[in-house]
């Protein structure tokens, strides 16, 4: 690899990441704030450093620690005004172009219960339902880590956890390591465009920044209070950034391929009759798979299936897919029975998976009652990870 | 969701819907089988002749069929229209649904649903094709009602009677349905939920098209039967007849507007004498009782009513009066011994013409007089055949053709794009699809050959897993036959074409 440098090498980071065209890094910033920093480097992305895209490949060949990965979303999330009850729910996918996926945010759910909240440091912990991150190596697709915020009942202690009780107004932090949102702004939902800005720091010495613009305002889906609008093949820019001491030493361009949703209004109360399990995977290429399928909580009728494929311009066709649990039982603590293996196969697609459980002690309740919530790795057709929602029906009922 | 889920719902009125009744005026006794309607006399010779051998067409026993000829009339029970209309947008014929409270649930919040005026507030806030209905438990449920399949937006106004010809039965039936089940609470609404999950369930595999557009309503209804007893109505989990094909024959959605004309409600001259009692099939899915079958009785004939009543839309765009005029002509003189005649002295034949002379795809014909029998024999024998007889013949019923110029794509299974195309066989198209996906914009509307805005495509589904494409290689979906327009010249054609625009 002539040219490149190894860009970082730790005790707890067995990885190398060799850059091409490693001239085309941008200055290391001097600025005293990590705000401040970032800030100027998106600037310094956008004013000057399109020229070098696309960039050249990255060899990425690492181990990295699941505890220090910490993610950050900013971008303008709107809430209806007189909406009784609100959410974020947005969830990307995020492939650098130069390999699979660096990482994948899966989803950011966030409800607000009650009274309208005009600041989001007023919220308490239950109007978190759910965000996890999985963070996947590019080279050999191995999971890295997964952080999932796991509300408990202990509303004074998660507050606190979650700095909701200092957070600033239109700044949510979700997790003490995990999630952030901020300017979260109370408008008509019509107002959809803005730029995001993604981060997340894979290790002490390694960092990926990277920021995407959505322009114009997407057709928004309504269902019941609920509306979204989902956008797919937005081009996102940014840095590979090296730290030391929490400060750049060196940053190298990136580009990557983003899918993007935002959704607001009321989430109803799901559960009553029927379960749905949620699997999300990547399946290389930049493609991704998003299957749900529905069980019945009286063990009669049929399960139903559905999936669909995104490709890498953000485009989504659904599929026609067979969802086979495995034999094997995993007991949770709870004594909830959950599959330590699912198969997903259609002959038409060219697909058969097998889906392995990564986890088997994060089991959670989110309001929706008792669910596995792990990261998977597949296998077979395709290499991939993902994540699992597998929603217990055994001693749980809403 | 909220589409699929109203898809669903959609079906389950697709039984009774899938043609027009008529009104009449002659009482028939409630007798057997039609033999009755084999009045060939007034049938031009070659309307008359009868089935060859050289048909391709098998011969069937009369028994249990009607034979070719014009079809008689019968004098149907009377009716209030008023309370008909009512009846049709308020009662629970369909009596299981989706408890109201999810129903809304699934609606758009920032999109109000297109209704209908005049029904009870119970009602305020639903799309027009769908009741709202107290069922055995006192909960409010959501039931689809039919107009459904028999109402469409034109140009922004909602036309009842007008056939959906974009509706979508492509996807599997069961998943919004099973889906919706996350959302009910509690024993009533888990309990309201099952019973229409199950049926739907039980039928979702014979209602799957292979083409958006296309309506299942023959397999539906056959499929219903087979889960019934005859003799009470019951229902049973496991099929008491042979299930139809799961491949789907499609069929078009003819207009309302004409029932008043028609003596036999369907395309292959099924569906005589008491038009409204053939009408309750369209509570097959979840009636189970002759009791509840009763009560729909009651007011039954007002609906039937209601719909003989109504009336086609006006041709909205320019008329050349002159060229019409010709047309009339023409088509007096070639086409109105099987579509009747118009005007102030109108007159409608009801002819069913034999397969071996319309020579249009024959699947239905060959299912109802072939592996279909059973049901037919059910359908005789059951409630609904206490009033009514189900007695197809080998061919089809040539339709009065009041507003033909909306109701494109035509032939009784919608294989042909426009009127122009129906009158010049050589220019049908063998794979095609609509350019639009609704009837929203008069700029979708093809004035110079009376249909809708299509592509013409290379290709068919063999190269291409497009739901949107019609092919016609598929069984079912043939665009062949009704070669009657072939013989006139360009000039002719378009006269009769201008005339059409008059009906």
Same mark, same amino acid.
């Given at each position: 690899m002539t040219g490149c440098r190894v860009l970082s090498s730790k005790k707890w980071l067995v990885g190398v990441f060799l850059l091409q065209a490693c001239s085309s890094e941008s200055p290391v910033s001097s600025l005293s704030s990590p705000e401040e920093q970032w800030l100027s480097n998106i600037a310094a992305a956008t004013d000057t450093v399109d020229s070098s895209y696309p960039p050249n490949p990255i060899e990425f060949s690492t181990q990295l620690s699941a505890k220090t990965s910490r993610f950050s979303l900013r971008g303008i999330f709107t809430f209806p005004n007189a909406a009784p009850t609100g959410s974020v729910d947005q969830n990307q996918n995020l492939s650098l172009v130069q390999g699979g996926v660096i990482a994948s945010l899966d989803r950011v759910s966030i409800r607000q219960g009650g009274d309208i909240v005009e600041k989001p440091s007023q919220w308490s912990y239950e109007h978190v339902l759910r965000s996890s991150i999985l963070v996947d190596a590019v080279a050999n697709s191995a999971l890295l880590s997964d952080q999932i915020v796991s509300i408990e009942p202990t509303s004074t202690v998660q507050r606190a956890a979650l700095n909701l009780a200092g957070a600033t107004d239109n700044q949510l932090w979700v997790a003490n390591n995990s999630v952030s949102i901020d300017s979260i702004v109370f408008s008509p939902p019509e107002r959809c465009s803005a730029s995001y800005q993604w981060q997340l720091e894979l290790s002490a010495t390694l960092r990926v920044r990277l920021e995407f613009l959505v322009d114009g305002c997407p057709q928004v889906q309504s269902v019941g209070g609920y509306s979204r609008w989902q956008v797919g093949g937005l081009i996102a820019k940014g840095f590979l950034d090296e730290l030391e001491n929490f400060e750049v030493v060196s940053s190298s361009p990136v580009e990557a391929k983003v899918w993007f949703s935002h959704g607001w209004g009321e989430v109803p109360s799901v559960g009553g009759a029927v379960v749905l399990d949620t699997l999300s995977i990547d399946i290389g290429q930049q493609r991704r798979l998003d299957i749900s399928r529905s069980r019945r909580r009286s063990g009669r009728g049929p399960e139903t299936v559905s999936a669909s494929l995104l490709d890498q311009d953000g485009m989504s066709r659904t599929i026609e897919l067979i969802w086979k649990d495995g034999d094997e039982r995993l007991a949770a603590t709870s004594g909830n029975q959950y599959p330590s293996q699912i198969t997903l196969s259609s002959a038409e697609e060219g697909i058969d998976l097998r889906v392995q459980i990564m986890n088997r002690a994060i089991e959670s309740d989110t309001g929706f009652g008792n669910s596995l919530n792990v990261p998977v790795v597949v296998s077979g057709s395709h290499a991939g990870a993902g994540f699992l929602n597998y929603v217990a029906i055994n001693n749980t009922s809403p | 969701m909220y589409k699929l889920i109203i898809t669903l719902l959609c079906v389950v009125t697709l039984t009774a819907c899938r043609d027009e009744p008529s009104a009449q005026s002659e009482q028939l006794p409630e007798a057997e089988v039609d033999a009755r309607a084999d009045d060939q006399s007034g049938f031009s010779q070659i309307l008359d002749s009868p089935l060859s051998e050289s048909s391709s067409v098998k011969k069937w026993p009369n028994a249990r069929f009607s034979s070719s000829g014009v079809i008689p009339e019968y004098l149907q029970r009377e009716g209030d229209v008023e309370l008909g209309r009512k009846a049709l947008l308020e009662e629970a014929y369909v009596s299981c649904g989706i408890p109201e409270r999810v129903f809304r649930q699934l609606l758009p919040a920032d999109n109000a649903p297109l209704g209908v005026d005049g029904r009870h507030e119970r009602a305020e806030g639903l799309p027009y094709n769908f009741n709202v209905v107290t069922n055995d438990d006192g909960l409010s449920i959501v039931t689809s009602n039919c107009l459904t399949c028999h109402a469409t937006k034109l140009f922004g106004e909602l036309v009842v009677g007008l056939g959906n010809e974009f509706l979508d039965f492509t996807a599997d039936a069961s998943k919004p349905v099973e889906r919706a089940g996350a959302l009910v609470q509690g024993d009533a609404e888990i309990a309201a939920w099952e019973l229409y999950a199950d049926r739907i369930n039980t039928i979702a595999p014979y209602i799957k098209t292979s083409t958006v557009g296309v309506n299942p309503a023959n397999n539906l209804t056959f499929a219903l039967i087979a889960h %019934? %007893?005859? &003799?009470? &109505?019951t229902w049973s989990n496991q099929p008491l007849l042979p299930l139809p094909p799961t491949d789907v024959p499609p069929v078009s959605v003819p207009p309302w507007w004409r029932m008043a004309k028609k003596p036999a409600m369907f395309n292959l001259g099924e569906g005589r004498r008491d038009h409204a009692r053939i009408m309750m099939a369209a509570s097959m899915l979840c009636t189970d009782s002759f009791a509840e079958l009763e009560e729909i009785d009651q007011y039954a004939p007002d609906i039937r009513a209601f719909i003989a009543s109504l009336e086609p839309p006006e041709y909205p765009f320019p008329v050349d009066t002159v060229l019409a005029n010709t047309g009339r002509e023409v088509f007096d003189r070639t086409c109105s011994q099987c579509h009747g005649s118009y005007g102030d002295e109108h007159a409608y034949p009801a002819r069913l013409v034999p397969l071996d002379v319309v020579q249009t795809d024959s699947t239905l014909v060959d299912f109802a007089l072939g592996d279909g029998v059973p049901y037919i024999d059910w359908f005789n024998q059951s409630y609904y055949g206490q009033l009514s007889t189900a007695a197809p013949g080998a061919g089809y019923v040539a339709p009065p053709l009041d507003g033909v110029w909306a109701t494109a794509p035509f032939l009784h299974n919608g294989s042909v794009p426009t009127i122009g195309m129906l009158l010049e066989s050589t220019t049908r198209p063998r794979y095609w699809k609509h350019a639009v996906s609704d009837l929203s914009d008069p700029e979708s509307y093809d004035q110079q050959h009376l249909g809708w805005q299509h592509d013409v495509l290379d290709s068919g589904k063999a190269s291409a897993a497009d739901v949107a494409i019609y092919d016609t290689d598929l069984p079912g979906y043939a665009n062949s036959g009704h070669r009657f327009g072939d013989h006139l010249g360009d000039d002719e054609r378009a006269a009769v074409i201008e005339y059409l625009k008059t009906l």
């Open positions: - | %019934r %007893r005859a &003799n009470d &109505n």
